[in-house]
């Protein structure tokens, strides 16, 4: 029983506010930073990020099962001398977490299990926004989780999870998002 988590809507937008990040997702982001560093990974794009929030309602999609989604911002540049370029820039990332969706995700699991399960999720869309990548055919960033069994064997622990996740093989093997 898996439920698709996470969309990855494309948005040409002006620059949003910059607000601040909600507190709880705010520790979860300094811990992905920390776990990917520990594993030799570096964040370079943390200052693209303007938004990390909860929020009532995605303002992107009304699907229901439908937990967090990145929100990337592009200007465009278009130039030169006749030659029709046009070069999109990342500009901005904002990421949405929906609270009544992944509160009734979580509503089964036992405590420290829905905490472990709230940080993979947030680690899944940090990676989406930072690293600017779609969907793997397997681990972590695989389309779609199930609360009993993520992303892997029952047996897995966050710690060989993240093992598996942050290293450069399965990092560069995901699909880079347009
Ligand atoms: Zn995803």
Redesign the pocket.
Known sequence: MSKD????PISKEAIPKLQPFDQELDAFLDRFVMEAQKRGIKIDSLHKLVSLNYVDKLSTTDDPAVIAICKRFYTSETSLEGFEIETEFIKWLSIEVSRPAITSFLRSAPTDTAENLKFLILT??FI?CLFNV??ADKGL?Y?SISSTTPWGNDADSVSQILDSTFTREYLEGIPVAN
């Open positions: 988590v996470i969309s990855i899944h869309e989406h779609l969907h960033m389309t």
